[in-house]
C-alpha cells in the first residue's frame, strides 16, 4: 500500500514550546518534502531531503529544523514554537527520477 | 526563478458542464509540469503530468490538461464535470532537482 502517514494529526501548543511532526512513508522514496499551507498562500517550502542526512533547506526554513535518519522517516522540529508557525503542514515524498509527489493527510498545527 | 501563475483563485460551474483551469509558469530549462487536487481536508493528490511528447495528457477522472510552450501554460480541463470535482486545484512545475513549485490554487466549486 502506498502511503504516506503523518502523526499528529491535530495539535495545539503554547509559545515557546517545542514541536515535533512526523512523517513517514512505505514506497522507499528517496525524497521527501515538508510544506506548509496557509490560506491564500498556496503551498511551501520548508525544507527538502533528498535521502539519509541529506537535507536542503527549501523557500521558508527559518524557524525550523529537520531530521532524516531513516530513508522511510522525515521528521520537521520547531525549537520554540511562534504564533505564526500556526499553520498546516504536509509531508510528501517521492522516487527522485519522478517528480510525481505522494502527499500526507497533513497535520494542523495551533501555536497559543 | 520559477513561478507558476493561477490565475483564476475561484471558479464556479455547474454539473455537467465543461472547465478549464488556467496555468501559466516561467522556469528555465526541462521541466515536469503536474495538476494536484485537494478536496477539503486533506493532502494533496496527484492528477496527471507532462514531461516531453504528446501535449495533451490524460489524467484521471476525466482530467486532461494541455502543454502549450510558445504560451507557457498548462491548462486543466474536463468536458463535464461533477459535483464531487468540487476542490481545490493545484499547478506544479519542477525541474531536475527535485524542487517542486506550487501555484496558490484554483477553488473549483460545481453547483448541482
Known amino acids: 500500500d502506498m502511503k504516506v502517514t503523518q502523526m499528529p494529526r491535530y495539535l495545539i501548543k503554547r509559545m515557546g514550546e517545542n514541536v515535533l511532526l512526523e512523517c513517514g512513508q512505505d514506497m522507499s522514496h528517496e525524497t521527501m518534502y515538508w510544506y506548509r499551507q496557509d490560506p491564500g498562500l498556496g503551498l511551501q517550502l520548508i525544507y527538502i531531503?533528498?535521502?539519509?542526512?541529506?537535507?536542503s533547506e527549501g523557500d521558508i526554513p527559518k524557524g525550523y529544523r529537520v531530521s532524516r535518519k531513516k530513508r522511510e522517516h522525515f521528521s520537521l522540529i520547531l525549537d520554540s514554537a511562534k504564533t505564526n508557525q500556526t499553520s498546516v503542514y504536509f509531508c510528501?515524498?517521492?522516487?527522485?527520477?519522478?517528480?510525481?509527489?505522494?502527499f500526507g493527510a497533513g497535520t494542523r498545527l495551533s501555536v497559543l | 526563478t520559477q513561478t507558476v501563475s493561477q490565475s483564476d483563485a475561484h471558479v464556479t460551474v455547474f454539473e455537467g458542464d465543461s472547465v478549464e483551469l488556467r496555468c501559466n509558469y516561467s522556469?528555465?530549462?526541462?521541466?515536469?509540469l503536474s495538476w494536484y487536487i485537494q478536496h477539503h481536508g486533506h493532502g494533496l493528490q496527484f492528477l496527471l503530468k507532462?514531461?516531453?511528447?504528446?501535449?495533451v495528457v490524460q489524467g484521471v477522472n476525466g482530467f486532461e490538461a494541455e502543454f502549450s510552450k510558445s504560451d507557457s501554460s498548462f491548462h486543466l480541463r474536463k468536458a463535464s464535470v461533477h459535483w464531487s470535482d468540487s476542490a481545490v486545484y493545484f499547478c506544479?512545475?519542477?525541474?531536475?532537482?527535485?524542487?517542486?513549485?506550487f501555484g496558490d490554487g484554483t477553488q473549483l466549486v460545481v453547483k448541482p
Open positions: 531531503s533528498y535521502d539519509v542526512d541529506s537535507n
Open positions: 510528501a515524498s517521492s522516487f527522485s527520477s519522478q517528480n510525481t509527489l505522494y
Open positions: 507532462y514531461y516531453s511528447g504528446n501535449p
Open positions: 506544479a512545475v519542477s525541474g531536475s532537482n527535485n524542487r517542486i513549485f
Open positions: 522556469y528555465g530549462g526541462s521541466i515536469y
